[in-house]
């Protein structure tokens, strides 16, 4: 079973700037693929950021603003967040695909103040 770990969330002015960190809780095999999600209640969860091989994308309502990274290994993923508006708030989740399976983290909120 793998387990992610996100942390980074906070509460934070608008134009202010997060980190977001998504580590294994344990040794896993590298990922196929690494993303960040977010959810607000009553919406579907929505692809924010994926990164595969040498290759980003980015929703249209955070490109030019956040940034997807990961280390070496493929194991851990980073989303550095800058230009933050109050219509990102939300709980993030990132998911990495490994092997064919889907796995999540338990979600980290972030909440933009205007």
């Known amino acids: 079973q793998v387990h992610l770990v996100e942390s980074g969330g906070d509460l934070v002015q608008a134009g202010g700037s997060l980190r977001l960190s998504c580590k294994p809780s344990g040794t896993i095999f590298s990922a196929n693929s690494m993303a960040w999600f977010r959810q607000v209640p009553g919406k579907e969860r929505e692809l924010v950021a994926r990164?595969?091989?040498?290759?980003?994308d980015y929703a249209a309502s955070v490109a030019g603003r956040f940034t997807i990274s990961r280390d070496k290994a493929m194991t851990t993923v980073y989303l550095q967040m800058d230009s933050l508006k109050p219509e990102d708030t939300a709980v993030y989740y990132c998911?990495?695909?490994?092997?064919?399976?889907?796995?999540w983290g338990q979600g980290t909120q972030v909440t933009v103040s205007s």
């Open positions: 990164i595969w091989g040498g290759a980003t």
């Open positions: 998911n990495l695909r490994i092997r064919g399976a889907d796995y």
